[in-house]
């Protein structure tokens, strides 16, 4: 993933945006969430489907009628979890876009792909949140200070290797 620049005040709103949501949600805080319990707890149902575009990753759908969460089956249990936090951060973070617009769809593209900023910027916000759900700071750093190993930190938050060293980096534990 490429690294985007996005400003510090903005960062810090958006991790504690998150803390807040984990603190506020009666789940325990010192392991990794279940990230579809929390997503209900937000009053979304989360559904694994098969999307007739693959590109798709997941969607978030919020209207009158429906408040749910759609993340691939084919996934993996590590792509899936993220996918889920990243969609529930459009819908706590980017909530005006998601009752105008009904549904955010989220495709498999690298941020470098996004042309228009302010898609870009959401994106981007909600990498930050949901790395922040799947990683808090804290077991981050209790973890990494225990066992500097990328691939056990994945095993143990259950997101991939890949997100790990990008969580590790935007700490500047590595």
Do not use: C
Not at 16 to 24: E, P, R, Y
Not at 72 to 79: A, L, P, V, W, Y
Not at 81 to 100: Q, Y
Request: net charge positive; proline share 3%; charged share 35%.
């Amino acid at each position: 993933m490429a690294k985007q620049k996005v400003k510090k005040m903005d960062s810090e709103k958006i991790k504690k945006k998150a803390k807040d949501v984990l603190l506020n949600s009666g789940l325990p805080t010192d392991r990794p969430i279940d990230v579809t319990l929390l997503a209900q707890k937000q009053g979304y149902k989360v559904y694994e489907v098969l999307f007739d575009d693959k590109d798709i990753a997941g969607m978030t759908v919020d209207s009158d009628k429906e408040k749910s969460i759609y993340v691939s089956k084919q996934d993996n249990e590590g792509r899936k979890r993220f996918t889920i936090a990243h969609e529930l951060a459009h819908a706590i973070l980017h909530h005006k876009k998601l009752k105008k617009e009904k549904r955010i769809v989220d495709y498999r593209k690298p941020l470098t792909d996004y042309e228009n900023s302010a898609e870009l910027r959401r994106e981007i916000q909600a990498n930050m949140f949901a790395a922040e759900l799947l990683m808090p700071e804290h077991l981050t750093r209790k973890f990494w200070d225990f066992k500097k190993d990328v691939d056990e930190m994945a095993n143990f938050f259950t997101v991939s290797p890949k997100a790990a060293v990008v969580r590790l980096e935007s700490l500047s534990l590595i």
